[in-house]
T-cell receptor, first 115, second 117 residues
Framework: AQSVTQLGSHVSVSEGALVLLRCNYS??????LFWYVQYPNQGLQLLLK??????LVKGINGFEAEFKKSETSFHLTKPSAHMSDAAEYFC?????????????FGTGTRLLVSP | GAGVSQSPRYKVAKRGQDVALRCDPI?????LFWYQQALGQGPEFLTY????????KSGLPSDRFFAERPEGSVSTLKIQRTQQEDSAVYLC???????????????FGPGTRLTVL
């Protein structure tokens, strides 16, 4: 079975500070990993995805994540937070099932950005 | 281009009522997923369609939940005799995937917030 664990339901940073959102995965086979962002009253938007091509993945809005097999981690980072980054962030892993890829999500981390 | 759309955006139902939630996927997308997101939680898989075929419904919580996609485009999630525990946001996603492409991006709609009183 595959799953992800997001450490910290809330993360607070100041504008301009480093953003670090943690995600650890559990998988018996090489996983595909995703980060999605959800703004209030909106659907989920893909930030980036790891598909085994490169361990350091760059996404939209200046975010990136590094796949570390030894640590079973896929943490999301951004060098400098903007106010507009305030949102809910979800880590997800795919689980093979009947030939398609359903996403298994973590519980989410709410990013708060203060001026 | 147009993204995934869902209607209604908000639905309030009295316990015991039936509801129908609609999803319009991106044109040409073969795969369609429904997820349920309870308050403060991540989305959880409900069911999956490839064109009109419902290939997996293992996530549907009870036989009160029913989904269909009769022409391989628009999908409807129906909940019969709604209960308070059905209150959640119901998200629809679509992807272009035709094969076992684990890397294929799922595009999500804005969701329908269902509140059962």
């Amino acid at each position: 079975a595959q799953s992800v664990t997001q450490l910290g339901s809330h993360v607070s940073v100041s504008e301009g500070a480093l953003v670090l959102l943690r995600c650890n995965y559990s998988s018996s086979v090489p996983p595909y990993l995703f980060w999605y962002v959800q703004y209030p009253n909106q659907g989920l938007q893909l930030l980036l995805k790891y598909t085994s091509a490169a361990t350091l993945v760059k996404g939209i809005n200046g975010f990136e994540a590094e796949f570390k097999k030894s640590e079973t981690s896929f943490h999301l980072t951004k060098p400098s937070a903007h106010m507009s980054d305030a949102a809910e962030y979800f880590c997800a892993v795919t689980r093979m099932n009947t030939g398609f890829q359903k996403l298994v999500f973590g519980t989410g981390t709410r990013l708060l950005v203060s001026p | 281009g147009a993204g995934v759309s869902q209607s209604p955006r908000y639905k309030v139902a009295k316990r015991g009522q039936d509801v129908a939630l609609r999803c319009d996927p991106i044109s040409g997308h073969v795969s369609l997923f429904w997820y349920q997101q309870a308050l403060g939680q991540g989305p959880e898989f409900l069911t999956y369609f490839q064109n009109e075929a419902q290939l997996d419904k293992s996530g549907l919580p009870s036989d009160r939940f029913f989904a269909e996609r009769p022409e391989g485009s628009v999908s409807t999630l129906k909940i019969q005799r709604t209960q308070q525990e059905d209150s959640a946001v119901y998200l629809c996603a679509s992807s272009l995937a035709r094969l076992k492409q684990g890397t294929d991006t799922q595009y999500f709609g804005p969701g329908t917030r269902l509140t059962v009183l």
